[in-house]
């Protein structure tokens, strides 16, 4: 069973210096398994 996370609606800094006000990151395994402005959460995260 895979362990997955979504941080939902949270202001996104990234290292390349990209800024997101409301954006989502979805974590599978301890990895960023993707994030942005527009994703939708996987149907079953923690």
Same mark, same amino acid.
């Given at each position: 069973?895979q362990k997955? !996370?979504? !941080?939902?609606?949270?202001?996104?800094?990234?290292?390349?210096?990209?800024?997101?006000?409301?954006?989502?990151?979805?974590?599978k395994?301890?990895?960023?398994?993707? !994030?942005?402005? *527009? !994703? *939708?959460?996987?149907?079953?995260?923690?």
């Amino acid at each position: 069973m895979q362990k997955m !996370l979504a !941080l939902v609606n949270g202001k996104i800094i990234t290292m390349a210096g990209r800024f997101y006000e409301r954006g989502t990151v979805v974590v599978k395994e301890r990895i960023i398994a993707a !994030l942005g402005p *527009d !994703l *939708d959460p996987p149907p079953a995260p923690r």
